[in-house]
């Protein structure tokens, strides 16, 4: 009986318990805290993990046979479902299971679920509690959904659970690649700029779950653009990876980024973008004319402002940094003409500035030069930013020149060819009525070196010697028709002349300094990296290659590595150099350009072994200062020399002193300022000139202190009125009259105030042995002059001559008086 009762009831406690069918650890573990006697089933699209988890806790003690079992409280908690995203099978994927412990599985009970996707994604089986996912979940869109679970009665729908609300999560997985949202992009970096200057960054994004495995860890990496940029892996930052990039030879780069998930692995996904790199401008380039004269002609029939001719020096650089600014310099033409900037072809215009005459002048020469406003002072050091070229300007006469076919000829020659070489033809034509035959030739000042020859019927130019384009890659030269039995007018037109290259320069070191070597070398060190240079042009691909001279191929000192890159490096292959024992080596290397023909040279290169410190800082590199006597160091030398040079300064201060002692302490007698002479040649405006000349050099210097009496003389001699001289009448209303009448009084009257002064003329200087010369103070002075002629001097001179007259009168008077 007791065996009985125990197995009825364990058949009760077993369907109390809810069978849990997981898919993963994780669902195990986060359905391992639920509550209650409810059961979690939970598959994935590729495999199920079976478990059980009890949704009610129970007790059983352990004791004697026939002990029951006592069950505890049931409980209706709901925590979280799993299910993995992109699921693609047949069938609707199980999600997870709901049940009861009440449910007794004769159907009576109804599972009800509700929430977010309930009926569209997630549909659930009302007698068992299975709960299926019918579409294809993308946790992109929606990462987890919120349910409610509720169990009732079926035919009564009464409660028999309270409802539960649980979330149904979507697991990740890697299915979206990376992506850059803002691509293309488009970015700018100076040229010239250094390895590792940045560019800029790009940035991808990867819709998976960033905290879920490495499906969103991204990696980047460069598909094309290398070796010129290269991309940090971890930032996407793209930065510089070639030196001196030049615009002027390739502005744009096409640049290929890669970002790949799963760290970069394999199996990841990937996505790229196109970054457009542009290299912008620099001032890198002087300005320069594309050749050395330029000739121009003008007519002498051309009126002031009529243009002459243009020329432009060549400038590579862009905006501000390719302008060039213009200005005659020299020549006997600056007064004949003028020059101007086109201020949109940036080409400068010579104008006639007067007009010529063919009869007088028939050339002109001109200098110009051409700068650079703007200077960027990070490449101030590869200057000059400027160019001069010389325009010759011949005067034509009225009549119509032959006019050339072509405005201008461009031909071609390789230079070695032999005289006689055909370089092209140039053809010219008459525009006159008379059609006459034309001559033609090359004038000299465009071929001063002769290199070229014309024939005077057919135009044929012709080598006269073989051109080396290593000196002049480029002839300019001009050619003159002239009409036969007309006025002999000629026309000129520019023929350029290209050289082309041929392979006949062999190749040689780039640099030939010496390389420097630390005693306490390691063997397999790279000591220099030589390159090469070649006056020839380097074709396509062509590079030069490097290798040992065969007498020094087996030395056991040095090796040498050529890098296929038109360079090679120098390896020491042995340790243990010293000065003392052998201080230089000398390695012969040959130089082979790969040209056609091939051009190759032995070159020396000079290895000086050196001192240095533990950090291999050169410290000396001559022998000397180890064969120097043991009691004279170098310091020594030095204080030695240093004394030397002091002792030959002094001496040279000392002779410069002497010399200067000799040299006479006065003054040149053209800078005496007591003997210059200050001459007026004018004869001045008399009395009432106040302006001709400064006479205050000749006053008195007695009246510097501001105080200068007057020293008006007074006649001592007093004379009547002059008859005829009539007073107005005092009722008399004309004023002209009476101011008349005392301007006459006053002229007449010598006793009258002002009187004569001498205030200016007076002063003669101290201690003058010559006297006074002025004429007034002779009144005072016996003299035997006659004075009588000046009364026919004219009225100006009526004064004198009646103060010097009277005088004179006046003096007989007294003496015929003593006579009687």
Not at 402 to 413: C, D, I, L, M, Q
Not at 553 to 576: C, E, M, P, Q, W
Not at 725 to 751: C, L, M, Q, W, Y
Request: proline share 6%.
């Amino acid at each position: 009986m007791a065996m009985l009762m125990m197995k009825r009831q364990g058949f009760g406690l077993l369907r109390t318990f809810l069978v849990l069918l997981g898919v993963s650890a994780l669902c195990s573990v986060a359905l391992g805290t639920q509550k209650g006697n409810a059961s979690l089933d939970q598959r994935s699209h590729r495999h199920r993990h079976p478990g059980h988890l009890s949704l009610h806790r129970h007790k059983q003690r352990a004791g004697k046979e026939g002990q029951v079992l006592h069950r505890s409280k049931r409980g209706w908690v709901w925590n979280q479902f799993f299910v993995i995203e992109e699921y693609t099978g047949p069938d609707p994927v199980l999600v997870g299971r709901l049940h009861s412990d009440v449910d007794s599985g004769n159907g009576n009970i109804k599972y009800i679920l509700s929430g977010e996707g309930a009926g569209t994604i997630f549909v659930i089986d009302d007698k068992t509690g299975n709960i299926h996912a019918t579409k294809t979940l993308d946790r992109e869109e929606q990462a987890q959904y919120t349910l409610t679970a509720q169990a009732v009665a079926r035919d009564t729908n009464k409660p028999l659970e309270p409802p539960s609300e649980f979330i149904v999560k979507v697991q990740d997985i890697n299915d979206n690649p990376p992506e850059f949202l803002h691509g293309p992009y488009y970015a700018r970096v100076p040229e010239m700029s250094n390895v590792g200057t940045s560019v800029m960054q790009v940035t991808a994004t990867d819709a998976d779950d960033p905290t879920y495995g490495n499906s969103a860890r991204l990696v980047y990496s460069i598909l094309q653009g290398q070796p010129y940029f290269s991309v940090e892996p971890q930032t996407g930052i793209i930065r510089t990876a070639l030196p001196n990039m030049d615009r002027e030879a390739r502005q744009e780069y096409d640049v290929v980024i890669q970002a790949k998930d799963m760290g970069g692995h394999m199996g990841g996904l990937s996505g790229t973008t196109e970054v457009k790199i542009t290299l912008t401008d620099v001032n890198d380039n002087p300005p320069k004319f594309p050749q050395s004269v330029y000739p121009m002609s003008v007519s002498e029939d051309k009126v002031p402002g009529e243009e002459v001719g243009r020329l432009k020096a060549k400038d590579p650089d862009l905006g501000d940094n390719g302008l060039v600014n213009y200005r005659l310099i020299d020549g006997d033409g600056i007064g004949m003409f003028e020059l101007s900037t086109d201020s949109e072809t940036r080409e400068a215009v010579i104008k006639l500035k007067k007009p010529v005459d063919f009869e007088t002048k028939r050339s002109y020469t001109l200098k110009v030069e051409g700068s650079n406003p703007h200077i960027d002072p990070q490449f101030i050091a590869w200057g000059p930013y400027k160019d001069e070229a010389t325009i010759k300007i011949s005067v034509e006469d009225a009549d119509e020149p032959p006019v050339f076919v072509a405005p201008s000829y461009t031909f071609e020659v390789e230079e070695n060819a032999p005289e006689g070489t055909l370089v092209g033809r140039v053809h010219a034509k008459d525009t006159d009525v008379a059609n006459n035959p034309v001559r033609y030739m090359i004038p000299r000042y465009t071929d001063v070196e002769q290199f070229f020859s014309i024939n005077a019927e057919d135009g044929m130019i012709t080598t006269t010697r073989q051109l080396d384009r290593e000196a002049q890659p480029w002839h300019n030269i001009s050619v003159s028709a002239t009409e036969i039995g007309g006025h002999h007018q000629d026309t000129k037109v520019r023929v350029n002349i290209k050289v082309k290259d041929v392979n006949d320069n062999s190749p040689e070191f780039a640099t030939n300094n010496e390389v420097l070597m630390c005693e306490t070398v390691v063997p397999g060190k790279v000591i220099e990296t030589v390159s090469a240079v070649d006056k020839d042009e380097m074709a396509h691909r062509q590079h030069f290659t490097f290798s040992l001279a065969p007498e020094v191929a087996h030395n056991h000192n040095f090796s040498l590595k050529d890098n296929r890159d038109s360079t090679a490096s120098i390896y020491v292959l042995r340790k243990g150099f010293s000065r003392l024992t052998q201080d230089v080596y000398y390695l012969p290397i040959e130089i082979n350009d790969n040209g056609f023909p091939a051009m190759s040279s032995t070159n020396t290169l000079t290895i000086r072994v050196c001192s240095c410190d533990s950090k291999d800082t050169i410290l000396s590199c001559n022998v000397e200062p180890y064969i120097l006597p043991a009691g004279l160091s170098t310091g020594a030398l030095i204080a030695i020399l240093a004394c030397i040079v002091i002792l030959l300064a002094i001496v040279v201060l000392f002779v410069a002193l002497r010399r200067q002692k000799k040299e006479p302490l006065i003054v040149f007698e053209e800078e005496d300022i007591r003997e210059n002479i200050i001459t007026y040649d004018d004869e001045g405006g008399g009395e009432e000139d106040t302006e001709a000349f400064d006479i205050a050099t000749l006053q008195n210097p007695d009246g510097a202190n501001g105080f200068l009496p007057r020293k008006d003389i007074k006649p001592e001699l007093q004379y009547p009125l002059r008859p005829g001289i009539g007073r107005p009448a005092a009722n008399s209303v004309d004023v002209d009259d009476f101011i008349k009448t005392r301007i006459a009084e006053a002229d007449s009257d010598p006793t009258a105030p002002p009187y004569d002064s001498i205030q200016i003329y007076g002063y003669e200087g101290r201690g003058s042995l010559a006297g006074s010369l002025s004429s007034l103070e002779s009144v005072t002075t016996e003299s035997d002059l006659d004075y009588d002629y000046l009364q026919s001097w004219g009225p100006r001179f009526k004064k004198l001559a009646d103060l010097y007259g009277t005088k004179d009168c006046s003096i007989n008077d007294g003496d015929d008086g003593e006579d009687s």
